[in-house]
């Protein structure tokens, strides 16, 4: 790479946000280069993230279906086997396959691959490697976010291992504790109880999935502790010690009470993520970061420097891959003159267990603490023809909508497919749609759709088939 090259604009980042930013703006005539230093496109999600933690949800979810359900359905298999390297090298080449792919977008919309550590030494340049210096009009930081650490537990990735190792786990362990029962703990704690790995869950609050509906959350605890999952609510960890063969995982209530120390031979930290905005440079560029290591971002995510963007989880919010995708369109969109804009109201949330959960809009507990008067529709999966016959009726629907207008403003769904049927009611509420009007779309019979449609039909209290 020349020294001194300039650009319309540089993303620092290739993650979702970065990489679907800069093809945007290159879609939109600008000269862009995007600045990755991990040395493969795609970021946290791409990489070490959502997509080889989906990969195992399947390949786990396939194994344990077939030791487990297919008898039911009238298929005989006998002797089945786990293959985990196998399973793992599968997901590699889905990961890499998938790099590959967002190198090819760049070339494709001529964007700049430049790979190295990027640190602004200006609001309108940078050095890569403390060497080759970029200038550009505009900068977009999209670096996304890196593990929360639990402060005095060492992670090295064998015993201890953040979502990264747990990922590249060599041999099925015959336990672990998760410590965290957010959406990382629970995938990557379904991931190993499929193949027989004996979880259980620490939680310091009292809920499984704390930003989640109640009856979901509640729902979904009691279904994954039939899947075999224990669970341990309330509870903090005051120490994790390693040892021989494992680590004892010391936890007392929250409310007090008494200690109790859990063996494992592997420990899962999934606390949460927070931002990677350290070795940025940000000071030299003058852009603020707030005392937890965010960028704070105005509505249209600009900085308080004028030439610097942010997007993604450095800027806090919902860490959601599509977030950050929808972020990075709009500065693309902003910065080329156009009306760029996000609906943070209308983004879904997604749990990749079996079975999914799924969210969108406000939960009940947020509308009762906003005052705000609702009406619910809920349909159970279990009275769903689609459902019934593919064996997989757990869970519900549940929509709720304003008392007074019917226009939707929340749903949360358990139940085979949830990831896919909440785009339905997300689409809805991004044009204000009202309950009556789901409930007056013709949805396809047998489908899981028609759960959504009950559930919209239930607002009013004129569901069908319940």
């Given at each position: 790479?020349?020294?001194?090259?300039?650009?319309?604009?540089?993303?620092?980042?290739?993650?979702?946000?970065?990489?679907?930013?800069?093809?945007?703006?290159?879609?939109?005539?600008?000269?862009?280069?995007?600045?990755?230093?991990?040395?493969?496109?795609?970021?946290?999600?791409?990489?070490?993230?959502?997509?080889?933690?989906?990969?195992?949800?399947q390949s786990s979810h396939h194994y344990h279906v077939a030791k487990e359900e297919l008898a039911e359905h009238g298929v005989k298999v006998s002797g089945v086997e786990l293959d985990l390297a196998t399973m793992m090298g599968r997901k590699d080449k889905v990961v890499s396959d998938f790099t590959k792919g967002v190198e090819f977008l760049f070339k494709k919309n001529k964007v700049t691959y430049v790979k190295g550590a990027a640190e602004l030494i200006g609001p309108n340049s940078l050095k890569v490697d403390g060497k080759d210096e970029i200038t550009a009009k505009y900068i977009v930081i999209a670096t996304g976010s890196v593990s929360a650490p639990l402060p005095g537990v060492e992670v090295d990735e064998k015993t201890v291992v953040s979502s990264t190792g747990a990922l590249a786990l060599e041999k099925v362990p015959a336990s672990m504790v998760v410590i965290g029962a957010g959406v990382i703990g629970l995938e990557l704690g379904s991931v190993w109880a499929r193949l027989g790995t004996k979880v259980t869950v620490v939680e310091f609050l009292d809920k499984v999935l704390p930003p989640f509906d109640d009856e979901v959350s509640k729902n979904a605890q009691r279904i994954f502790e039939k899947q075999g999952i224990a669970f341990k609510l309330g509870h903090k960890v005051t120490a994790v010690k390693p040892g021989k063969s494992g680590a004892t995982v010391n936890i007392e209530p929250v409310k007090g009470g008494d200690a109790l120390g859990l063996e494992a031979e592997v420990v899962l930290v999934a606390i949460g993520r927070r931002p990677y905005s350290e070795g940025l440079g940000l000071e030299a560029a003058g852009v603020r970061i707030d005392p937890k290591g965010f960028i704070p971002v105005d509505a249209h995510c600009r900085t308080n420097v004028a030439s610097v963007y942010a997007i993604g989880d450095v800027i806090g919010g919902l860490m959601l891959a599509h977030k950050a995708e929808e972020e990075g369109v709009a500065v693309a969109e902003i910065i080329a003159g156009q009306a760029g804009h996000v609906n943070y109201a209308v983004i879904p949330s997604v749990v990749y267990t079996h079975p999914e959960i799924a969210s969108v809009g406000k939960t009940e507990q947020q509308l009762k603490a906003d005052g705000v008067a609702y009406t619910v529709g809920k349909f159970p999966f279990l009275a769903n023809s689609r459902a019934k016959t593919s064996g997989d009726s757990q869970g519900f629907v549940k929509i709720l909508a304003d008392k007074r207008t019917d226009k939707v403003l929340g749903a949360h769904l358990i139940g085979a497919g949830a990831g896919e049927l909440v785009a339905e009611i997300a689409l809805a509420m991004e044009f204000s749609s009202s309950a009556e009007d789901i409930a007056r779309t013709c949805h396809a019979h047998p489908s899981l759709a028609e759960a959504v449609k009950e559930a919209a039909m239930d607002v009013a209290k004129r569901a069908i088939h319940i």
């Open positions: 790479m020349a020294e001194n090259t300039a650009y319309d604009l540089v993303v620092i980042g290739g993650g979702p946000g970065g990489y679907v930013c800069a093809i945007r703006a290159a879609q939109l005539g600008m000269k862009v280069a995007c600045v990755e230093k991990r040395g493969a496109l795609g970021g946290t999600c791409l990489n070490v993230g959502c997509i080889p933690s989906k990969v195992l949800l």
